[in-house]
C-alpha cells in the first residue's frame, strides 16, 4: 500500500480491526474520531475507498450523527447545555463568560492554541442539574459564570505544570 498506508496507518489498524466491514461504518468513524479528536476530510475519502462504498455515504453517516465532527477540536472540550432547562437558569451567561474568558471571537468555537473548544449543546441529560457544563467528559451541575471561570483556571494552571 506503500505511502497511503505510512500515512494512514492508525486508520489501517482500526479498518483491520472491524475486518474491513462496511456494516460497522459507524463504530469505524468513532475511533477513528476518539484517535484524531475529529473526522478529518482525506481520512474519510480513504476510508470510502477502502470500504468501496461511496464518498457520499461516508460524509453524510458523519454528518448526520451530532456526535461527529469534520472540525479539529481542542485539547479540552466545554460542552454547554442550551437546552430549555439550562437555558431557563441562565446558560447564555456561563457562555458569555467563557467565551469572554478564552478571547472566542464570534464565529470562533476553539482557541488559537487548539487548548480549549467551546460546544453549545442542545441537551446532555441531567436537566435536573441545570445549567449544565461537561469538561473533558466530567458532569458539572449548577453552574455559574464564577465556577465555569474556576474550571478554566484550574486547567490553565495544570496546562502550566506540564
Do not use: W
Not at 473526522?39 to 468501496?52: D, N
Not at 472540525?71 to 431557563?88: F, L, N, Q, Y
Not at 460546544?119 to 473533558?136: E, R, S
Amino acid at each position: 500500500m506503500g505511502s497511503n498506508y505510512d500515512k494512514f496507518e492508525t486508520v489501517c489498524r482500526i479498518l483491520e480491526e472491524n475486518k474491513f466491514d462496511k456494516a460497522k461504518l459507524i463504530s469505524i468513524l468513532q475511533t477513528i474520531q476518539e484517535e484524531y479528536k475529529y473526522l478529518p476530510e482525506e481520512i474519510l475519502a480513504f476510508v470510502a475507498s477502502t470500504l468501496k462504498i461511496s464518498p457520499a455515504k461516508v460524509y453524510g453517516v458523519a454528518t448526520f450523527f451530532a456526535h461527529f465532527t469534520l472540525e479539529p477540536k481542542g485539547k479540552h472540550i466545554i460542552r454547554i447545555c442550551d437546552g430549555t432547562a439550562c437555558h431557563v437558569k441562565r446558560s447564555t451567561s456561563l457562555i458569555e463568560t467563557v467565551r469572554n474568558k478564552l478571547g472566542l471571537k464570534e464565529n470562533e468555537i476553539s482557541t488559537k492554541d487548539m487548548l480549549f473548544t467551546i460546544d453549545t449543546v442542545a441537551c446532555l441529560g441531567a436537566c435536573g442539574l441545570a445549567p449544565v457544563v461537561v469538561v473533558n467528559e466530567e458532569v458539572h451541575g449548577q453552574m455559574t459564570p464564577d465556577k465555569i471561570v474556576s474550571l478554566v483556571d484550574e486547567i490553565l494552571k495544570q496546562e502550566e505544570v506540564k
